[in-house]
C-alpha cells in the first residue's frame, strides 16, 4: 500500500523563512509544467513500480524520463510547453504510449495499464515490496470487494474525490468484512480529511483482523505522530518494523518520532535507512537536513536540503527548504 501523505510542521522548524516559487519561465511568463500519472497491470489492476516512463517531444525527441515509485506513480516536471509523447516500457509487458500536450494545459494526469505479454511472467513488483504482499493476501478476498477496494485506490492515487473513495470501500468491507486493507485505506483518507476518531477507529479494526499486517501499523504510528503521541508512536512503529523492517514508510515515521522527541541520535539510521530504501521519498531529505545541522554538518545539510527540492520542489516544504538553501549559500560564501 501506498504510504500516505509525507507531511509534518515538526520538520520544518527553522526552514519556516519566506521564499520565492520555483518555477519554469517561458516567454517572460511563468508556467509551472508536469507530466504526472500511474501505472497498473492491466489485468491484476495491481500499481508496478519501477517502471521506466520516457517522455518525447514531437519536434526534437527525447526530453526526460521518470521511473515509478512504490505506489505506481510518476511525475516529470519543468518541461517546456510543446506536444510530447510518454512511453511507458517495462519487462514482461506490451509497451503503450499516450501523448500529453501542455501548450494546451500547463499540467497532466496519464493512466497506464500494461497488458503482460502471454510468454513472459511480469515482474509485477519487487518481491519484499508491499505491493506484492497486498497482492496476495487479495487472493483471498471476493471479487466484487476487489473491484470495489481498485476503484478506491485508484482515487485515492489520483487525489480525487476523498468521499467517493470512502465509499467505494465501505462497499469492498461489505462484501467482505475482514478486508484489513480496505480498513487501512479508509484510516489513510480519514487521516488526510483530519478525521482523526474515524482513522483510529478503522485502523484499531484492521489490526483485530490481521495483527501482523505492517501497513496498519505504520498508518497508526503516523496517525500518533500527527496526533503528537509520539511515545504511542515509538511503541507502534517499532512493534510495524518487527513485521517488515524493510519498509521506508515505517523507517521514515519512526525518525520523524525521534526527532519531535528530540531524540535526532536516534532519529538518523532510520531516516537514512528509509533514503536507502525509496530514495525518491522526497520529505526524508529534510528531515536528514536538519539533522546535519545538528550535527554543525553545514555542507551535508544543503545537499540534502538541494535533494528534496530536486525530487519536489512544489511539495508542502518547498518554499522554507529554498529559503534555507539561500541562508546556507550566502553564508558559505561569507568571508569568515
Given amino acids: 500500500m501506498r504510504p500516505p501523505a509525507w507531511r509534518n510542521p515538526l520538520l520544518v522548524l527553522a526552514l519556516c523563512l519566506a521564499s520565492c516559487w520555483l518555477s519554469a519561465q517561458r516567454g517572460g511568463m511563468t508556467v509551472r509544467t508536469s507530466i504526472r500519472g500511474s501505472v497498473r497491470d492491466a489485468v491484476t489492476h495491481r500499481v508496478l513500480e519501477r517502471v521506466i516512463v520516457m517522455v518525447e517531444a514531437a519536434d526534437s525527441g527525447y526530453a526526460g524520463q521518470a521511473e515509478t515509485d512504490t505506489s505506481g506513480k510518476f511525475e516529470l516536471q519543468g518541461l517546456p510547453a510543446s506536444s510530447y509523447v510518454v512511453r511507458v516500457r517495462f519487462p514482461g509487458y506490451y509497451e503503450v504510449s499516450q501523448a500529453a500536450n501542455l501548450t494546451v494545459t500547463p499540467s497532466t494526469y496519464l493512466s497506464f495499464e500494461l497488458h ?70 479508509q484510516a489513510t483518507v480519514y487521516i488526510q480529511q483530519n478525521n482523526a476518531a474515524e482513522a483510529k477507529s478503522a485502523l484499531d479494526r484492521a489490526i483485530e483482523i490481521d495483527p501482523k499486517l505492517p501497513e496498519a501499523w505504520f498508518t497508526l504510528g503516523m496517525l500518533q505522530n500527527n496526533q503528537k503521541d509520539y511515545a504511542g508512536a515509538e511503541k507502534t512503529l517499532i512493534e510495524g518494523l518487527k513485521l ?10 519512526l525518525a520523524k518520532t525521534y526527532w519531535a522527541l528530540g531524540r535526532w541520535q536516534a532519529a538518523e539510521p532510520h531516516a537514512l535507512k528509509a533514503a536507502a530504501l525509496q530514495p525518491a521519498m522526497a520529505p526524508v531529505h529534510v ?19 538541494q535533494e528534496y527540492l530536486r525530487l519536489d520542489p512544489k511539495g508542502p516544504m518547498a518554499e522554507g527548504t529554498q529559503a534555507m538553501v539561500k541562508k546556507l549559500q550566502n553564508g558559505l560564501s561569507s568571508p569568515n
Fill in 116 to 185: 503482460p505479454k502471454p510468454s513472459n511472467a511480469p515482474p509485477a513488483v519487487a518481491p519484499e515490496g508491499p505491493d506484492a504482499h497486498l497482492n496476495a493476501r487479495m487472493a483471498a478476498v471476493p471479487e466484487k470487494a476487489r473491484k470495489e477496494f481498485a476503484a478506491a485506490r485508484d482515487l485515492w492515487q489520483k487525489g480525487e474525490n476523498p468521499q467517493r473513495c470512502i465509499d467505494h470501500l465501505n462497499k469492498a468491507i461489505k462484501f467482505y468484512p475482514k478486508f484489513a486493507d480496505a480498513y487501512v485505506l
Fill in 244 to 253: 517488515d523492517d524493510g519498509s521506508p514508510q515505517g523507517h521514515y515515521e
Fill in 287 to 305: 528531515l536528514l537536513g536538519n539533522i546535519a545541522l545538528r550535527k554543525r554538518d553545514v555542507p551535508e545539510a544543503l545537499k540534502e536540503f
